[in-house]
């Protein structure tokens, strides 16, 4: 057996046996990119600007690489990523807003958006978003950011209620910190407001006279520097600068020509993988429950109690007790009828009994966010969390 099929052969047995694990309960994560096996296909492989263990902080050097000639020409293009969703804390994009930005940008939809557009991660969201709105005003501050972290880790987007911003940009990038690495094409889902806004857009300008600087351009041989510090909660991009360098690469052309599509590189998930990631049918509070006001909401998506029957087949469940697809179709029925009642009953006035005079508001309210909502999405390290 040459070399190559012995290659192939090491490829195929990794996959077999990633499968087999992913069927027992292990295995990679689901992402919102294809996993390696397929990227690998595809010729490139994921970026992640990561530091070792000992460094506290690291200088990287990337060449942005333009987009395939099939695909929209433009500086990133826009995700709304679904993060830490169900006992699994899998990702997922969004199929409500990544819709809208296909729609927008003249892209047909994935089989799994055509079939159902809906989101089930929205629909807790303006269910928990409801709720938040009704009880806010008799929240101490504490409780208040409390209850709405609550709202927002269903959220798919960086900003307030008010401009719903994408989470994530991705990129095609060339890793310019080596002559090996240069000649490979990656894919980047970069923070999108403290990579893409406060970086690229702003190294993309002439000071003085904001002319356009293409970063894209292969012939200006621009390389984009920035550093990174600190991880989780207490990561930092900053330094961002462009500077002209010579390729360490003889065929550019080739690499250039070797960037995928964008959507051959995501993954796309419908409403009943979501929902069922999430742990089956949610929204299960009574419609006229409503959170504590004076208790800490419970973990972010926390571990269910094993005292407590679970909607979903978990890891140590063996694989017969797996629900059928009927029960799974059912479950989702009647998320759908408790929502619908949810919105149904938000619409019917309180009794006077139960309205306290706190919640009675004479005139509108300002946008009900915390003041430091705008970057709450941006909390989560990507190169630390799986994407």
């Known amino acids: 057996m040459g070399r190559d099929e012995r290659k192939n052969a090491r490829r195929e047995a990794y996959k077999r046996d990633r499968e087999q694990a992913e069927r027992e309960g292990g295995g990679e994560r689901r992402t919102v990119l294809r996993d390696a096996v397929e990227l690998d296909k595809l010729g490139i492989k994921e970026f992640r600007a990561g530091l070792a263990k000992d460094e506290k902080k690291g200088l990287f050097g990337v060449r942005l690489l333009p987009f395939h000639a099939e695909d929209p020409d433009r500086l990133m293009f826009p995700l709304h990523i679904h993060s830490n969703v169900g006992p699994?804390?899998?990702?997922f994009l969004c199929p409500v807003h990544m819709g809208k930005v296909f729609e927008d940008l003249a892209i047909p939809l994935p089989k799994a958006w055509r079939a159902d557009p809906r989101c089930p991660e929205c629909e807790e969201y303006e269910a928990e978003l409801a709720r938040y709105k009704e009880v806010?005003?008799?929240l101490s501050d504490?409780?208040?950011?409390?209850?709405?972290?609550?709202?927002?880790?269903?959220?798919c987007y960086s900003g307030g209620f008010t401009e719903k911003k994408p989470n994530r940009a991705l990129v095609f990038i060339a890793d310019a910190s080596a002559r090996d690495t240069e000649g490979e094409v990656q894919v980047w889902l970069a923070p999108y407001k403290s990579v893409y806004v406060e970086g690229i857009l702003e190294v993309g300008r002439e000071p003085g006279t904001d002319e356009f600087i293409d970063?894209?351009?292969?012939a200006e041989a621009l390389v984009y520097y920035f550093t990174r510090e600190g991880a989780q909660l207490e990561t930092r991009y900053y330094g961002h600068s462009a500077r002209r360098r010579p390729w360490q690469i003889k065929d550019v052309e080739a690499l250039l020509?070797?960037?995928p599509r964008v959507t051959s590189v995501l993954r796309f998930a419908g409403y009943d993988e979501i929902a069922e990631a999430a742990g089956g049918p949610a929204g299960s509070k009574a419609p006229d429950e409503e959170p504590r006001q004076h208790e800490d909401p419970p973990p972010r998506r926390s571990q269910p109690d094993p005292n407590e029957a679970s909607p979903r087949k978990t890891r140590q469940e063996p694989e017969d007790e797996a629900p059928a697809e009927d029960d799974l179709a059912k479950r989702l029925a009647a998320r759908r009828e408790r929502l619908q009642q949810q919105a149904t009953d938000r619409g019917k006035p309180a009794p006077a009994e139960e309205a306290p005079p706190s919640r009675r508001r004479a005139k509108p309210e300002p946008d009900p966010e915390p003041d430091d909502a705008e970057d709450r999405r941006e909390v989560d390290d990507p190169d630390d969390v799986s994407y």
């Open 142 to 155: 504490d409780d208040r950011k409390a209850a709405y972290k609550r709202v927002s880790q269903h959220a």
């Open 88 to 91: 699994d804390n899998l990702t």
């Open 136 to 138: 806010r005003q008799g």
């Open 257 to 259: 020509d070797s960037v």
């Open 215 to 218: 970063l894209m351009d292969p």
